[in-house]
């Protein structure tokens, strides 16, 4: 099983920076992925930026050039770097892992989430 904490959000203002950090643990070296998402109040998740063990990452084309997913393997760490920051940018961030079993079947953990709120 594998556990995410996520940490680092907080109020800042548009155009600030932030840095949120998720804490791995578990059976973690079999994660296939990470992935960091968000929810605003009346939507649904969505994906914000991911990164898979080959090294190839993703990133919504709202956060593109703005935010920075990556990972520290000696921390168990992964990292959303967030700059430029803008009001529809607040949600709560969730830090997820997945694990792929086989084709087409994909096991996924998440954090509890983190708010992340940015005034204009």
């Known amino acids: 099983q594998v556990q995410l904490v996520e940490s680092g959000g907080g109020l800042v203002q548009a155009g600030g920076s932030l840095r949120l950090s998720c804490v791995v643990s578990?059976?973690?070296?079999?994660?296939?992925?990470f992935g960091w998402y968000r929810q605003a109040p009346g939507k649904q998740r969505e994906l914000v930026a991911s990164?898979?063990?080959?090294?190839?990452?993703n990133y919504a084309d709202s956060v593109k050039g703005r935010f920075t997913i990556s990972r520290d393997n000696a921390k168990n760490t992964v990292y959303l770097q967030m700059s430029s920051l803008k009001p529809e940018d607040t949600a709560v961030y969730y830090c997820?892992?997945?694990?792929?079993?086989?084709?087409?079947?994909?096991?996924?953990?998440w954090g509890q989430g983190t708010q992340v709120t940015v005034s204009s």
């Open positions: 997820n892992a997945y694990k792929n079993f086989d084709v087409g079947r994909r096991y996924d953990y």
């Open positions: 990164f898979i063990t080959s090294g190839s990452t």
């Open positions: 578990g059976s973690i070296f079999s994660i296939n992925g």
